[in-house]
């Protein structure tokens, strides 16, 4: 819990105090963007070493060793340069990339019996310190005289705290779980795998592009430096909440398609209420939060739900998280460019509408009951 903790503090800081960042840069929007795009672009192309690291240190000694560069990476922001900036984000979401791997596989081994309360709880505690991250960055930067580089390094304090406790946990416990990982040419040929990772990297692509930029939308609104950073917080916190109902909902269900259909017509409503009445923001903000804790809580939990052993859990996390963070990362830049090429934001809100449409398709498509790695005389017995 302490490592989910420390997995999204290193993209949730930075928006809140990306307006400084692009004028003390000289940074452009789409500039700006690709701050929060990195480390999802990592966590897209380095998923695929997790099951390796695995198979050599067992999970939790590679859990143990990928929040050491998350601690790093955020330590190194501390230099307000462009080169720190982007180094430590990249040595940060490599870090991150292989913890969101482990960690289903680790579920699914060591608590299957709790897969819905544990992957619940997980997802809490991402949301809570993207939360504090998002709400208190921009006061911290304040409160250091504009040094957003000094409130952006300050988040390697709790990640360090999580690679202590953990150390001590391994050493105390030599037993290891999921040590045999898993490979994802075993599913690249299943159709019920690159369904649920549509529906992830979907969810996702959403999800950043909201991270990244809603702090600046409402800022262009009239909003306070603080109060879209109280927003954000609101946009990471009230997605707790679902977080922990809906994979315990999930495990219950055979066919999880009603829960898919209620988390994106929240994130509609978000995203048709952004667009067409921001004076009243922050109840938008609230619908987007339950539809994001929702999805986001649905497709970790789908990764389990559709494993039928815990190496083939690692296999579909690796697949899902770097085929799905792959295509998450586009969301963030390519909104920024369309913001840079439209001069507002209407156009990037209309993007996303857009695709939860495609995200709802591919949710239905997820949620089926069927088991990844079964063939299809097997599927349909079960």
């Not at 390697?156 to 406790?165: C, D, I, R, S």
């Not at 449409?357 to 299809?376: H, I």
Request: charged fraction near 15%.
């Amino acid at each position: 819990m302490l490592a989910g903790l420390n997995l999204r503090i290193a993209v949730a800081s930075v928006p809140p105090v990306v307006d400084e960042i692009e004028s003390d840069l000289g940074l452009s929007s789409a500039a700006g963007g690709l701050l929060t795009s990195l480390p999802v672009l990592c966590f897209g192309v380095l998923a695929t070493a997790a099951p390796g690291l695995t198979r050599r240190l067992g999970a939790e000694r590679t859990l143990l060793a990928a929040l050491v560069p998350v601690t790093f990476g955020v330590a190194l922001r501390a230099d307000a340069s462009v080169g720190a900036l982007f180094a430590g984000t990249i040595v940060a979401g490599a870090g991150i990339a292989v913890a969101n791997v482990v960690v289903p596989a680790v579920v699914k081994a060591r608590f299957e019996a709790w897969t819905g309360v544990l992957m619940g709880v997980y997802v809490a505690a991402l949301g809570a310190g993207a939360a504090l991250a998002a709400g208190l960055t921009a006061p911290l930067a304040r409160e250091l005289d504009g040094q957003w580089n000094v409130a952006l390094a300050v988040w390697a304090v709790p990640a360090a705290f999580a690679v202590a406790l953990l150390a001590v946990g391994v050493r105390r416990d030599g037993t290891t779980f999921g040590a045999e990982g898993g490979s994802t040419s075993m599913l690249v040929r299943d159709r019920i795998a690159w369904r649920v990772t549509l529906f992830f990297g979907l969810q996702s692509l959403v999800f950043y592009a909201g991270l990244a930029w809603l702090p600046s939308i409402l800022r262009d609104e009239g909003y306070s430096a603080e109060s879209a950073g109280t927003a954000l917080a609101l946009y990471a916190l009230l997605g707790i909440p679902p977080s922990l109902v809906v994979p315990v909902l999930a495990a219950r269900m055979r066919d999880q398609r009603p829960l898919v259909a209620v988390a994106v017509a929240f994130e509609v409503a978000a995203i048709a209420g952004l667009l067409l009445a921001p004076g009243v923001a922050f109840l938008w903000v609230a619908c987007f939060a339950i539809g994001q804790g929702a999805a986001f809580s649905l497709a970790l939990t789908l990764v389990v739900l559709r494993s039928p052993d815990a190496e083939r859990a690692a296999s579909l996390s690796a697949l899902a998280q770097s085929v799905g963070y792959t295509i998450a990362a586009a969301g963030p830049f390519l909104l920024g460019a369309l913001h840079d090429a439209t001069d507002g934001w209407r156009a990037p809100l209309a993007a996303m509408l857009a695709c939860t449409a495609v995200l709802l398709v591919a949710g239905f498509g997820a949620g089926r009951p069927a088991l990844v790695g079964v063939n299809e005389a097997d599927r349909e017995r079960r």
